[in-house]
């Protein structure tokens, strides 16, 4: 049975706890949230560790919370509002409703689903998991590129479908 430390309000990040990552959604009110799941329809949801590519395409989804979670644990989790101001409720809402349907770009560390539902909340991407993840990688001595944008595909975002945006 799913876990919540409270009731969503929109514009909350919401963090799914998977097994070996974290899938984040955006709740957008009344049981929906909106999130970044696999272009292929056949697939549940992104993560690193599904195959061995760091970039493919993601597609931006509407569903029921629910849905989403499934039987995982989840939680309200909008732990950056310490360091970073959230938009106003009704742009966070306008900006995730103008992505919905739209195809992304994804990689797991410049352009995941915690950098997308962050950008839509407070319009700048940010990824605790990814940072990890990347410390990982070079504590391991592997070479990664670093990323010098995010491809969220937005109009809402000011950046062309499917190009990636220059970081201000």
């Known amino acids: 049975m799913s876990r919540r430390r409270h009731q969503p309000k929109p514009g909350d990040l919401i963090k799914v ?15 929906y949230v ?11 949801c992104l993560s690193g560790s599904s195959d061995t590519t760091l970039s493919k395409k993601a597609k931006v989804k509407k569903q029921l919370l629910k849905e989403v979670v499934g039987t995982d644990a989840w939680e309200v989790n909008n732990k950056y509002d ?7 409720v009704e742009e966070i809402i306008k900006r995730a409703e103008s992505c919905i349907g739209m195809e992304v770009t994804y990689n797991v560390f410049c352009e995941n689903c915690e950098h997308f539902v962050t ?3 407070y319009g700048k991407s940010v990824s605790d998991q990814a ?5 990982s990688m070079l504590a391991l001595g592997t070479g990664i590129l670093v990323c010098a944008g995010i491809a969220v595909g937005c109009a809402a975002f000011g950046s062309p479908r499917g190009k990636s945006r220059e970081k201000e």
Do not use: C, F, N
């Not at 706890?17 to 009110?29: E, I, N």
């Not at 940072?131 to 410390?135: D, H, P, S």
């Open 119 to 121: 950008m839509l909340r």
């Open 131 to 135: 940072k990890i993840g990347v410390g």
């Open 34 to 44: 909106v999130h970044l799941t696999s272009a292929d329809e056949g697939i549940r």
């Open 17 to 31: 706890k998977r097994s070996v990552y974290q899938h984040w959604a955006l709740y957008l009110g009344d049981g």
């Open 82 to 88: 310490r360091s970073r101001t959230p938009l106003p």
